[in-house]
């Protein structure tokens, strides 16, 4: 299975590019999305979209997982990072592919094995069990730990997904 994830952001937006086999990982890809700053708020969502449209083109993702927002401080931050994730969710949905959510602490305890592991610990993981990564962002570095957090996580995920359709439609 293809998995895209996704660390989503207005200013930086990573991704990350792995197939799951079983318990065996293979790095494919990463990167960052970076809107120019100077941009209006709509053309920055604009430029997330049409990026990320070309990446789910380019490696054909299977699934897709992205990172849940957390609450900032600061309501308008929050508001902001909020906007880029919804976008940056919609390319992978556009091409049918399921977008699993996973939040933050629960990404770094099955990458790192500590819910409050530090962005340092989650690249050192990442180098480990991605070596051929290379990865020096740590924007693409958490994106990769979505990734693999989906894929030791999407049956269970799946799973309660069902039945929150089947409870939905009832």
Same mark, same amino acid.
């Given at each position: 299975? #293809?998995?895209?994830?996704?660390? $989503? =952001?207005? !200013?930086?937006?990573?991704? =990350?590019?792995? /197939?799951?086999?079983?318990?065996?990982?293979?790095?494919?890809?990463?990167?960052?999305?970076?809107? !120019? +700053?100077?941009?209006?708020?709509? /053309? #920055?969502?604009?430029?997330?979209?049409?990026?990320?449209?070309? *990446?789910?083109?380019?490696?054909? $993702?299977?699934? +897709? &997982?992205?990172? /849940? %927002?957390?609450? !900032?401080?600061? $309501? %308008?931050?929050?508001?902001?990072? =909020?906007?880029? #994730?919804?976008?940056?969710?919609?390319? $992978?949905? #556009?091409?049918?592919? /399921?977008?699993?959510?996973?939040?933050? !602490?629960?990404?770094?305890?099955?990458?790192?094995?500590?819910?409050?592991?530090?962005?340092?610990?989650?690249?050192?993981?990442?180098?480990?069990?991605?070596?051929?990564?290379?990865?020096?962002?740590?924007? &693409? &570095?958490? +994106?990769?730990?979505?990734? *693999?957090?989906?894929?030791?996580?999407?049956?269970?995920?799946?799973? *309660?997904?069902?039945?929150?359709?089947?409870?939905?439609?009832?």
């Amino acid at each position: 299975m #293809r998995i895209l994830g996704i660390d $989503p =952001g207005l !200013n930086k937006c990573g991704w =990350g590019v792995i /197939e799951s086999h079983g318990s065996n990982l293979k790095y494919i890809a990463h990167g960052v999305i970076k809107p !120019n +700053a100077k941009l209006s708020l709509a /053309e #920055r969502l604009l430029f997330i979209d049409t990026e990320m449209t070309k *990446i789910v083109d380019l490696w054909k $993702p299977h699934s +897709a &997982a992205i990172e /849940e %927002t957390f609450v !900032n401080k600061s $309501p %308008t931050s929050s508001l902001k990072l =909020g906007q880029a #994730r919804g976008v940056a969710m919609v390319a $992978p949905a #556009r091409f049918g592919i /399921e977008v699993a959510e996973y939040g933050a !602490n629960l990404v770094k305890k099955t990458v790192v094995g500590s819910g409050h592991a530090d962005k340092v610990q989650i690249m050192m993981m990442i180098k480990t069990l991605l070596p051929s990564s290379q990865v020096t962002s740590e924007d &693409a &570095a958490d +994106a990769l730990a979505v990734a *693999i957090c989906h894929a030791n996580h999407h049956s269970t995920y799946s799973q *309660i997904q069902a039945k929150l359709d089947s409870c939905s439609q009832n």
